[in-house]
């Protein structure tokens, strides 16, 4: 009798394995188990253990239910107690701009020009003569006097290596000699239309340090990046994202040859991080008509890549003055900003956009031009179903009042930096005065008013350690600097843990159309995982600070491992 049954038994199994189901389903690829995995579901769930085949999980649940599917060649992640959640996913992010970044000198922690000196001396004592030294990060703000540096205090370090470095709000360059003489700069070049050349007041001779417009008269000198190098640049990129758990990015400006270098690592599996771009064309030029021709792609290279939006700009930034306002500056009543697109341009560009079915993601930092695209966005919304189209605003950064329910009820999602309310804080209230604070950075009141909001680092506009999603949601939970200092705040902005996790996770994944594969941890969808240091639901928020991602998976594939957690199943 025992026999039997046993026999029935293995005759059901054989079955199942051999002609009904695929293997696949049988025994797992990759399983993770004895964790602490969020779902990211409705209930905020959380399970053990789960198992990926292919690029797919495959099933979520017990760990004693996840190790039935373990088999020979099944690798296995013992976790150890350790929390997993989706991958982040960082919205809005400059990623070519990133990999630069990572190979420039860091000078944003300088605190004197002869610091700053000193690090371009070292690295100039590693350079062969000729070759360049790059940095950016340096603001005379951080330094003891606000005197801007001079050209011939690099001239000293290095006649014969040419120096660029760039300044912390990317207003000025600082470059030597030889730098300039590339460029063909000397006293009497002009000053460009809404730059300067700093020169020496007796002599009337440029002194090597150009602001605004006029970094582009020595801009002209810097090498030209071959396919090759802006290729490793963005593995260079890659790297760090994929080291701070995250799985895909929006790139914030894409541009034909960055696409270009996306397509070719892919095809040779260099480029792991999914990428999906924010294709950036001047509103103004042919490239926009043409553009409005061609069909989005989604989804290439298995959900490597997808291209189905504009990036467009309708203003500036608040620091530089450069965001537009209903009403001056607090801190100069000439001002009221710079509005880059009027409102005829603004509704032009969205109708175009939305019939060729392009997603629009318009950059508006300041209330007038939020209220702008909202209008726009609302009156091109009239015969179209919103969730079909998905409308964004990068930054939203300074709402009226009046605005600030118009997210939720038209479907524009608020795109946001939440360290930028940490970062700011030197200057907002000054720029703005107490009262538009009110509706600045104003995370919490949008999500009460049903809208959705994506969270992101704009990197590498700050240092690159910032695009660390843990920061964000550090920021977006405390509104406090790096620090820990807190800032005078009426209404409390503040999200919970949860809320803020949802805006790197599901949400970002709603804003890419890929809430159905991304964004959370159900079957079928892409295996797409981080796993931390900390618990990141739960740890106190300064301890976010000092948390990792120790692990980091997409579709499936191990591409960072920290801690060598990952083994081949033996049994
Ligand atoms: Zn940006």
């Not at 939203?396 to 939720?408: H, K, N």
């Not at 720029?431 to 809208?451: F, T, V």
């Not at 910032?466 to 620090?483: K, M, Q």
Request: glycine share 8%; hydrophobic share 40%.
């Amino acid at each position: 009798m025992h026999l039997k049954k046993s026999a029935i038994l293995y005759l059901l199994i054989s079955v199942i394995f051999f002609t009904g189901c695929e293997t696949k389903t049988e025994t797992a690829d990759l399983i993770l188990a004895n964790g602490k995995l969020l779902l990211m579901d409705k209930d905020f769930s959380t399970v053990d253990a789960l198992a990926i085949s292919g690029d797919r999980i495959v099933r979520v649940g017990s760990n004693s239910e996840i190790l039935k599917l373990r088999g020979p060649q099944t690798q296995f992640v013992d976790l150890g107690g350790r929390t997993a959640s989706p991958g982040m996913i960082e919205s809005h992010i400059h990623f070519a701009q990133l990999g630069r970044r990572i190979r420039q000198l860091f000078l944003n922690d300088t605190r004197s020009r002869e610091e700053a000196i000193e690090l371009v001396r070292q690295k100039v004592s590693t350079l062969e003569e000729g070759e360049w030294v790059t940095g950016a990060g340096w603001h005379t703000a951080t330094w003891d006097g606000s005197d801007y540096p001079d050209g011939k205090l690099l001239n000293q370090v290095t006649p014969d290596n040419p120096v660029y470095l760039t300044g912390m709000s990317w207003h000025a360059a600082w470059v030597n000699k030889i730098v300039m003489d590339m460029a063909g700069i000397d006293k009497n070049t002009p000053d460009p239309v809404g730059g300067i050349i700093v020169r020496d007041p007796e002599t009337g001779e440029p002194t090597g340090v150009f602001l605004e417009t006029a970094q582009k008269l020595v801009e002209t000198a810097l090498p030209k990046e071959s396919d090759e190098q802006l290729e490793s640049i963005i593995q260079g990129a890659n790297d760090a994202a994929a080291a701070f758990g995250i799985t895909t990015i929006h790139d914030a400006q894409a541009n034909d040859k960055e696409i270009a270098a996306y397509r070719n690592l892919i095809e040779n599996e260099r480029l792991k991080i999914r990428i999906y771009t924010m294709y950036h064309v001047d509103e103004f030029g042919d490239d926009f008509d043409s553009l409005m021709d061609k069909p989005i792609e989604v989804g290439s290279y298995d959900n490597r890549l997808t291209l189905r939006t504009l990036k467009i700009f309708s203003d500036g930034a608040l620091g530089a003055r450069g965001a537009a306002l209903h009403k001056p500056y607090s801190d100069d009543p000439t001002s009221a900003g710079l509005l880059r697109d009027n409102p005829t341009t603004i509704n032009n560009v969205i109708n175009k956009a939305f019939n060729a079915g392009y997603q629009v993601a318009y950059h508006a930092i300041g209330d007038r031009a939020n209220h702008l695209v909202l209008d726009a966005y609302q009156k091109a919304l009239e015969s179209k179903d919103a969730s079909n189209i998905r409308p964004r605003i990068e930054h939203a950064q300074i709402l009226s009042l009046d605005d600030l329910p118009r997210f939720g009820s038209l479907g524009v999602i608020a795109s946001m930096q939440p360290l930028h309310f940490s970062l700011d804080q030197q200057f907002a209230e000054a720029r703005l005065g107490k009262e538009r604070m009110g509706g600045a950075y104003a995370w919490r009141s949008l999500i009460n008013s049903d809208a959705r909001v994506i969270f992101n680092s704009d990197a590498p506009f700050s240092p690159v350690q910032h695009s660390d999603p843990l920061i964000g949601i550090y920021a977006a939970d405390t509104r406090r600097s790096l620090d820990g200092s807190l800032f005078n705040e009426e209404k409390d902005q503040r999200l919970t843990r949860r809320e803020a996790i949802e805006s790197f996770t599901i949400h970002p994944a709603y804003a890419a159309f890929e809430e159905n594969i991304k964004g959370s941890l159900k079957i079928g969808m892409l295996a797409d995982i981080a796993v931390w240091s900390n618990d990141i639901s739960k740890i106190p928020a300064e301890k976010l600070l000092s948390t990792e991602a120790v692990m980091t998976i997409i579709g499936g594939e191990i591409v960072y491992d920290k801690e060598n957690l990952i083994h081949i199943s033996s049994d």
